[in-house]
């Protein structure tokens, strides 16, 4: 057993570090670390700076202008992201449609996207859950014709991340109807400025606008865009899928996050004591802390799994279930720390130009609205229940 | 042994529950709550002319209820509605305030059931400090008799359309102590008053107020010079029997919605009720909000019962806090990106349900004062 | 709403206190308040002055005995019972089988098993679970076949408390095996002595023999002993279930623990400190309170609708996972409450004749065998789980 | 990064859990656990001729192992097989003792090697103070130099066998100093001493040992004199490392048994493993089981680090003693009737993993000390 970094790895982590501290805006910062949307700029120009280092997609091989870190690069460069409250890298593009494309793409849409990619000509986003297919993704309904050198699409999108931000997406649509559901699906590229697509914001429930819902009537979408074959999309999207569930256990974040809660019990009094004192807050926030050193190792020993050449199965499952449950429990206990400040909710208190009564503390100016809000951490990116069948299929074999 | 509501309450729920139901729309209701007022008016004197006020002031004082089963049954038809309008903060802290007061401070409780004006008790300060006798806010005897308030009051909802503040302040004691406590009930216009207000997240306007050497005339106090703490101490009491009972309409609606949910929605050919593992986490969820029910209704039984009141109630609003945010999160759950929205009812309720643990205390606050006790 | 007791039962309560108060024995009172098995002839001697006074079978009708009760007095009766630290009536005669006998049987089934239930010549025990039919109850397989005036039994019971101490057990069997499994039982009386019927011991974990297993090897039965008709013994079982599960509470019995548990942690010392000071452990025993108190209302609720007149359904499913569960934590916390001490198990220390070390404090000679002994609660009478299937298809319609 | 063990402990885990698999059976095991002698001489002997001892103790002392990771390897394995014999007092608790003592207390571990002896460490008192430090016998220094001790320890496991007592005691402090604290080795027929032995619920015998003037010379004690705290809570921290992963190896074992249960057992027609409900309580274990053996790690790492060796301890023995007791409970409650027999293997599983949080410390105990560090 050996759990330290080799000394490549090291030197790796340390350049990460000093870049993170050269590069990143302290404003920027400043909105994720109070858990506040970033805007589409700020994105964009993180995206830029890294993309000069070439680290935006430090995973893609380098004939792509990647790096192909291994695993326990991902993994530290990541954490280090995570814990300097840098901007998460929006993954629709190079993290989730890249691999797939790289797989299972032409050699012409690969040439012609990946660099789109890395350069922010594209920001894409995801079409695939609808109204009626939300853990039964198969039995999804929006269709695609083939006429001639085009698809004819119709049908209906929801729960799309930043589709107010992007110009394309990727879909999974029907192109059959025989056989089983899973059979009759193909993968997609859609213009989102093509006649006949509208989208409709969804505002969640403490007041913000990430995702939408995405409207298709008649939309031409050129046959080219077809990815692999047609009726194999299923296949190229639980691939994706698997992609996709690598990384969630964000420790670092959570780990900053845990230090912020406490800073904010030192300073909140109860019982005319720090809070930090007091035997129940103290117990319930030393409970997160251990299953959150906990889940470290759990994360650690599924990298040093996959470093070793094992296939990821079920333990992503797992990472999923406890990452999105243990960041909720912290943000359940930001709110608590709070007391009566907690009924606040004015994000923009965070953002220049607001001119209301000033918020203290500043966290509390959107810790409600980012515990509600993050309710969607076992909900999205396949329910903490389809994980729980999962486990069980694969590693109960029940 | 009856659990039943007497017939008139019974009508009066009744009555509410279908107003409720087919007057007070909820996406109306979200558009007042996240107004800058905070609520509607118009709402408010609709409802007000349903006689709801009414029914939470004592007949001595031209209500027509007041007591803990008045109240226990109206707020949980004011929970089922999701109202915003004041009143909790009118129609029990005000009011059970004002009715230990003078003549001219009983009358304010007359007038509000005329909408002539609109008390709120200024008395949470620090953030974290739930006990109800925390007052740092401080009262000082002028050469003439007269007196100066200068404090700070925090987090007090609805106080930017009142017209009076009750506010508790000490000129002796330390921050906790009971005694030195002393209420002053005064105009919102007079000089030394500062609002600054903030949006909520589930709905109404908050404010923190300064009172900067604010001036006190001796018959602008309510009750004696520091001895008011018990007044203060009984109308937060039945504030907090009121939101548990607000608590529960709220679990029984969010109950209705869920259950309807898990009918309807479809995943992998069956509706999703019909998956087991979630039968088992709904039937849990419908064993704690009965276990939520009967905390209530042992608070109100003992509601007048002195050596009993305050341990009942910490019960309550114990099990309520720590019921109420599993049937916020739980409900949520099962209802997937639905429950995420803006736009369905069930979130507007998940969010008052758990702000309700902030209110007067949380769960860890009134397990501790349970002990305490 | 009016929680108070009537003149009459008020009383009530005052009478069976005062008798119990001149009628039990201190020292079976004590095995009872220590969790311990008493012997068959504790039972029986505290059933005769029971049955002296009429208040073996309160709830039965006058002229069988019983003073009928309703619901009420029969909770009065229980709660009182269960404070002093009375043995519990055994419930497969008076409160089992006789509901079902006076409601189904025939005129000479209840003239003559009625009154033997009351003088103690019969000690009954319950056939229902069989080793592959627990929660399927209905998929049982001992067979019942008529020959002439006989049924031929074959088969075999488990999980059948005081079998030991039984001259009779009630059993439900397989008549017929057309239809739906629910169609072909049917509800019949054994003679414990009969020629073929061999029970054996099922020890539990914490070492203890309440349970048994019963083989039915060509068992003749009288026909005359079939209650009601022939495949209808389904009707006359859910009646049964549905008896059984009132009266699951327990709050006196919890309520005499609580006391029990406090006084341990007052004299336990943690820190150097009475343990009850120890906020979690404060913590712990105030939610448990909680919940006790709150299941007391909620069990006065259902009385009450039962005495309006209404049904119990699916409440009584909620009062028997909350029953069990807060016995279960009380049990727990006892555990917890005498750390190092816990490991003992030497229940022969709370009997006469005991001549080992002394086991300080008393309680502790026990306390873990009857956590785990306990884990039953949420297992027999319809498992918790079964519980939450009825109330979901009861409750919820789902 | 490499959390394989090393190719020789992973042949050595193999090996025991083969020997137990094949040679230790339960049944066995349990009518010796629960026998007047509380293990199986027989099987101590067997064992021992596997070198189970030799892999716990330093090669300095003529053993093989010894090492954090070589004890958290061999007990995860003893907890696969339930093993009451004294592995833990004998090779961990007594040897990493006299390991700090003189030569003569040296060779007292040689000789375990040798089943010459059987050392015990007489250190727990008050059974609900679980401080390292907490010793209330009292050692006196006597007018010729020698020492006398009086005093009661309780709950000492395997004590009716042991040939030397290894007791804790102090001339000076409090009862929970950490200063004044000594270690006497003596031999367990010494005048002065009591043994009242119990049956246990996990098997093993218990005893409360009492000491009346027991004399005692100066080179009976282990280290110097008030100074032996750092030995004795070295010793148990080793103590609580191998108790917590025994208790992986039996969450390990109960999974198995679950699993297979839920396969074969049939309700309703179909196995119960396909009941959803079922399936997501399992899928919860075993996340709770992937944690708890991840605490178990972070220990291991971490245990030759004299700034968070406490902490990473206390960590791993909350999170085993909280996760220990949920799979017992949850295992029980998932096999139905079964997990209740004495004849089946679970019940014995469970009992000695939930018995395991009252070893050094429960749940609560360590959460305070982790907070506390």
Redesign the interface.
């Known amino acids: 057993m050996d759990l330290n970094f080799t000394k490549e790895q090291e030197n790796f982590q340390i350049e990460v570090r000093s870049f993170l501290n050269d590069n990143l805006e302290p404003q920027v910062v400043e909105k994720v670390k109070n858990g506040i949307p970033i805007t589409k700029e700020d994105s964009e120009r993180w995206h830029q700076k890294l993309n000069e280092k070439g680290w935006l997609a430090g995973t893609w091989p380098k004939q792509y202008g990647g790096q192909e870190w291994d695993v326990v690069e991902k993994f530290i460069f990541e954490e280090e992201c995570g814990s300097a409250g840098a901007p998460r890298i929006v993954p629709f593009g190079v993290g989730m449609l890249a691999p797939v494309l790289m797989k299972f793409g032409s050699l012409e849409q690969r040439d012609y996207w990946l660099p789109r990619m890395l350069t922010g000509e594209d920001w894409w986003c995801q079409g695939y ?1 609808e109204p ?5 993704l198969a ?1 999804l309904k929006t269709s695609a014709v083939r006429h001639g050198d085009y698809y004819i699409v119709n049908g209906q999108k ?2 799309t991340t930043f589709a107010q931000h992007a110009n394309m997406i990727f879909c999974l649509v029907r192109t059959s109807n025989e056989g089983k559901p899973q059979e009759g699906i193909s993968f997609i590229l859609i213009d989102m400025n093509s006649p006949g697509i509208e989208v409709r914001s ?6 913000s606008h990430e ?1 939408n819902e995405i409207f298709f009537s008649d939309v031409k979408v050129p046959a080219k865009n077809l990815v692999g074959e047609e009726n194999k999309g299923w296949t190229y999207a639980k691939y994706l899928l698997t992609h996709e569930r690598t990384g969630n256990a964000n420790v670092a974040v959570s780990k900053r996050k845990i230090q912020k809660l406490k800073k904010l019990a030192d300073d ?5 004591q720090p ?1 930090s004192n ?1 035997p ?2 103290a117990s319930r926030l030393a409970q997160i802390e251990i299953d959150l050193q906990n889940l470290e190792i759990t994360n650690l020993r599924t990298l040093a799994s996959v470093e070793n050449g094992e296939a990821p199965g079920a333990e992503s499952s797992i990472i999923k279930i406890l990452g999105s449950e243990i960041e909720q429990d912290i943000d ?1 206990l930001t ?12 994000p923009d208190a965070l953002s220049a130009g607001y001119n ?4 203290f503390p500043k966290a ?1 100016a959107y810790a ?2 980012k ?3 993050h ?2 951490k ?3 990116a396949g ?3 389809i994980q ?1 069948n999962i486990i069980s299929k694969l590693m109960l074999n029940l | ?6 017939p008139e309450r019974q009508i009066l729920f009744d009555t509410l529950k279908k107003y409720f139901e087919n007057e007070y729309s909820l996406s109306d209701r979200n558009i007042a709550a ?1 107004s800058d007022l905070g609520y509607s008016k118009k709402a408010w004197e609709a409802m007000r002319d349903l006689g709801i006020l009414e029914s939470l002031i004592d007949p001595e004082l031209d209500g027509f209820g007041g007591t803990a ?1 008045d109240i226990s049954t109206v707020f949980e038809a004011l929970g089922r509605g999701l109202v915003v309008e004041p009143f909790l903060e009118v129609g029990i802290l005000a009011a059970k305030v004002l009715s230990r007061g003078n003549d001219a401070q009983k009358s304010l409780v007359k007038k509000t059931l005329e909408n002539e004006c609109l008390p709120i008790l200024a008395h ?1 300060e ?6 109800k006798s925390y007052v740092e806010t401080k009262l000082s005897v002028e050469a003439d008799g007269s007196y100066k308030i200068s404090g700070a009051k ?2 007090i ?1 609805h106080a930017t359309e009142a017209t009076h503040f009750l506010v508790t302040c000490r000129n002796t004691g330390d ?2 102590s009971e005694e030195g406590i002393s209420i002053a009930c005064i105009p919102t216009d007079r000089e030394g008053i500062k609002i ?7 709905g109404g306007r ?1 404010s ?1 107020l300064t009172f900067t050497n604010v001036s006190i005339s001796s018959e602008e106090l309510v009750g004696e010079l520091g001895m008011s703490y018990s007044i203060v101490s009984h109308a937060i009491d039945t504030g907090i029997l009121a939101i548990c009972s607000e608590a529960l309409g709220i679990m029984e609606r969010i109950k209705e919605l869920t ?1 309807e949910y ?2 309807t929605r ?4 069956v ?1 999703i ?8 986490r ?3 969820l ?2 704690e909000i ?6 209530v ?2 608070a ?2 003992y509601f007048d019962d002195e050596t009993e009141r305050e341990k ?1 109630i910490s ?1 309550a609003k ?2 309520i806090g720590k019921i109420g ?1 599993l049937v916020a ?1 739980e409900s ?2 099962l209802h ?2 639905m ?5 369905y009812d069930l ?2 309720y ?2 008052r349900l ?2 309700i ?3 007067f205390g ?1 769960e ?2 009134h ?2 004062k ?2 305490s006790l």
Chains 1, 3 share one sequence.
């Not at chain 1, 209301?356 to 918020?359: I, L």
């Not at chain 2, 009720?273 to 088992?280: L, M």
């Not at chain 2, 429950?339 to 736009?343: I, K």
């Open positions: 859950s009626g297919s939300g853990s039964d039995s929801t729960w969804i505002i969640t429930l403490d007041g995702v909140a009094k109860k019982n005319e809070l007091d129940m807050f359940n709110r608590k720390s709070l007391g009566k400040r907690a009924f606040v909710n004015e209301g009564a000033e918020v509390a409600s609205g515990y509600f809000n309710r969607k076992s909900i999205y329910s903490n229940e729980k | 042994m009856d659990f039943k509501p007497s996240h089963l949470s620090r953030d974290t400090e739930y006990s925090r987090m909802k921050a906790s600054d207000s903030f949006a909520t997240i589930d908050v923190d259950l898990l009918k479809k995943q992998f050919g509706p009720g019909k998956f087991q593992a979630i039968q088992h709904m039937a849990q419908l064993v009965e276990q939520a029910r009967s905390s209704i042992n109100t039984i009942t019960a114990f099990s945010t999160e949520i759950q997937g990106g429950g995420m929205t803006w736009e979130g507007h998940a969010k758990v702000l643990d902030h209110e949380d860890d606050f397990l501790q349970y002990i």
